[in-house]
């Protein structure tokens, strides 16, 4: 069933519906933190979903009570000491967000618990973001010491108005879910 999926480690998958396909974000015990493994099938995934002909939905979601915790911090060190890392994952964090852009399939994201990093990158890129009321998103690029990025300079304002996106960008300010909805971001 899952064959054209089989290379992936890091994302599960499941058909609640015969023509929809839930991607899952599986890190056990890291709160689904994208490692390097997972970074890189995030870039993939898009791409493979927009060519499956059986596939006309995706959900994505987390394994357990978290979306996504960011990234796991061994690859974030990786990327501080090396600059073949860190041109790789700026590489796969633009492939992220041009692939699903580009997937030609509606995407929903179902967001719960942590939401940060990659995870909530697609989490907001998705075409329906929805998030439980007590969801935690937050940004967290500036906690690292780095301007945020990938997607969230520009969708965020677009979503949220520039205001908010400064304040919870910058001050890597928390979002529940409700929040997050009550100013659009969601």
């Known amino acids: 069933m899952f064959e054209r999926y089989a290379q992936y480690e890091r994302l599960q998958f499941e058909r609640p519906h015969p023509r929809v ?20 099938e995030l870039a993939s995934i898009w791409r493979d979903v927009d060519a499956d002909p059986e596939i006309s939905a995706v959900i994505l979601a987390g394994a357990g009570t978290a979306f996504s915790a960011g990234g ?11 600059f073949a890392t860190r041109a790789r994952v700026w590489k796969e964090a633009r492939d992220i967000v041009y692939h699903l852009i580009d997937c030609s399939k509606p995407v929903v994201s179902a967001m719960r618990g942590p939401a940060v990093g990659a995870g909530l ?7 329906i973001s929805i998030a439980s009321k007590d969801a935690r998103i937050i940004d967290g690029h500036t906690r ?12 965020w304002p677009l979503l949220c108005g520039m205001a908010k996106a400064k304040y919870h960008l910058l001050l890597c300010e928390p979002l529940s879910g409700s929040e997050a909805e009550r100013i659009g971001l969601i």
Do not use: T
């Open 21 to 40: 396909l839930r991607v899952i974000m599986s890190n056990p015990g890291k709160l689904n933190a994208a490692d390097a493994v997972m970074h890189n």
């Open 72 to 82: 796991d911090f061994a690859m974030i060190g990786r990327i501080i000491e090396d």
């Open 121 to 127: 990158v697609c989490g907001l890129l998705a075409d």
């Open 144 to 155: 690292l010491g780095v301007a945020a990025g990938d997607h969230a300079a520009i969708v």
